[in-house]
Nanobody, 125 residues
Framework: QVQLVESGGGLVQAGGSLRLSCAAS????????MGWFRQAPGKEREFVAA????????YYADSVKGRFTISRDNAKNTVYLQMNSLKPEDTAKYYC??????????????????WGQGTQVTVSS
């Protein structure tokens, strides 16, 4: 079965950086889309970034474009989210997600079958 384990969250001041990791296991992920989502208290889970494990372009929410970078390390079966120039409004629990998909990526939570437990990111002003 697919397992996704996030790490790297924490408390950071505005303008700072964090790198989240998502260690994936249980499948060969070459035909999978991998996504990062976040959910703040009282708000719906929202798309942050995504890529296809097999390669191709990356996708970002407008709110993080230019500040966040999604990448993968095939040898480590790990997907990363590098977050720079963090803002207080980036505060949320961040989730890694995966789904088998023939092409493209999903940008809604319902598009993904597998989820990690989440890691908290708190940005202080």
């Amino acid at each position: 079965q697919v397992q996704l384990v996030e790490s790297g969250g924490g408390l950071v001041q505005a303008g700072g950086s964090l790198r989240l990791s998502c260690a994936a296991s249980g499948r060969t992920f070459s035909n999978y889309a991998m996504g990062w989502f976040r959910q703040a208290p009282g708000k719906e889970r929202e798309f942050v970034a995504a890529l296809r494990w097999g390669g191709g372009r990356t996708y970002y929410a407008d709110s993080v474009k230019g500040r966040f970078t999604i990448s993968r390390d095939n040898a480590k079966n790990t997907v990363y989210l590098q977050m720079n120039s963090l803002k207080p409004e980036d505060t949320a629990k961040y989730y890694c997600a995966a789904t088998p998909r023939a092409y493209g990526v999903g940008m809604t939570p319902r598009s993904y079958d597998y989820w990690g437990q989440g890691t908290q990111v708190t940005v202080s002003s």
